[in-house]
């Protein structure tokens, strides 16, 4: 019998090009660039239109802690809502042992900051878990 339950997966905005766009400040890069809008998002929820489609973001601050570091993105109006993330980021490198995801905290603890005003395009994708 066929599995016709719905794909579950990861919504995001992908960096097309796969380069940092700031110089990483740890030694582990983030394995993909991008801005997850969804995390577990059913793929016949998403919002028509969106996927495939080409955004562009602005980052705003580069922040970082001791373990790992994050662009602060503004996202336009075409994703913005769409966004579940409190705090729209770009995970950029960590330390060794550091999980990507501590993005999500640092950006709600104390952290450094550096300020930023450049934009940059980002392709929607959703990725479904294996």
């Known amino acids: 019998m066929e599995n016709t339950a719905p794909r579950r997966g990861i919504l995001w905005l992908s960096l097309p090009e796969q380069k940092s766009p700031v110089c990483p400040i740890f030694s582990q890069a983030a394995e993909h660039f991008h801005v997850t809008l969804q995390f577990g998002v059913v793929e016949n929820e998403i919002p028509e239109g969106i996927l ?12 970082f802690n001791d373990r790992i570091h994050a662009l602060r993105v503004e996202l336009p109006n075409g994703v913005r809502g769409v966004c579940l993330n409190k705090h729209p980021h770009m995970t950029i490198s960590m330390l060794p042992g550091v ?28 990725v479904p878990f294996n």
């Not at 990507?100 to 104390?110: A, I, Y």
């Open 99 to 126: 999980r990507p995801v501590e993005s999500n905290v640092m950006l709600q603890s104390p952290l450094s900051i550096q300020r930023e005003n450049f934009s940059f395009p980002l392709v929607c994708e959703f």
């Open 52 to 63: 495939g489609r080409i955004f562009t973001a602005r980052a705003t601050e580069n922040c």
